[in-house]
């Protein structure tokens, strides 16, 4: 493990699915890259490719042509809207599971030599509860749970909370509501997902706010397009820029958890349990 410098780890994930998780990951990526924050995105959505295809973009490799050793992270990685950089992991990372030790070590040797040029990693993850949103939830630092107003997004999202609490020892959340239409009803929903959670589990959630709904975010993606690129005076990508001011102020890990290679150490470890 050579590298001191922090990055921050931030898995974003839904119980549910169609919530905006994707676009959440996109849109706060980009508005983080705005603030200068180097930001990679790591498409962890499993056999989806959703990233590529929510920005146009067509990888050559992912993450496994890397494992195998068909190519280099810096073949993998695309370079995104505001200069953020993107991993396809499209292949998915149930092949993490199986990995050799020397894939193993490779791996994290080619994250480490350039976590120097990394402050933030963001994985879009898969929806609901599958073991390879665990595995990501436990690797990281920081798990954004993206809730909109739907009863059955509220049940799955207490679902999930509820597997990588009792399941996975992870009790730290954090809360973003999306698609709301008053200033109100983000906190009014976190409200009720508090109580829901509190009643049954021992666990912190944390309100980061909430995004708007806006037909600009599905205008700029038909045009496969982020709303923070193509419409970067919607209300949207203004509460984007404001939810990306608050994560900026997140408090940096210091200990073995900021550094990139236990990130990846741990999801390896995880993915074979
Ligand atoms: N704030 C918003 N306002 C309006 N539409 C939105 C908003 N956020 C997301 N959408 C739209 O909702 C749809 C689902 O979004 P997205 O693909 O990001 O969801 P998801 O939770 O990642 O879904 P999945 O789990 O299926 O990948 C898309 O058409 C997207 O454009």
Redesign the pocket.
Known sequence: MDSVHSVQVIAVT?GK????????AVNLSLALAKRGRRVVLLDG?LG?A?IGV?LGLTPKYTLADLIDGRCELSDVLLLGPGGMRIVPASSGNKSMANLSPAQHAGLIQAFSDMADSIDVLVI?T??GIGESVVNFAQASQEVLL?VCDDPASLADTYALIKLLSAGHGIHRFRVLV??VHNSDEGHYLFTKLVNLVNRFLDVSLHYLGA?????H??SA?RMQRAVCEFFPRSK?AYAFNVTAQKVDAWPLPSNPRGHIEFFIDQLVSHSRR
């Open positions: 839904s699915g169609g919530v905006g998780k994707s676009t959440v959505d989806l959703n929510l879009d898969a929806t993206v999306n698609m995004i708007p709904y806006d037909e975010v599905r993606g949207c």
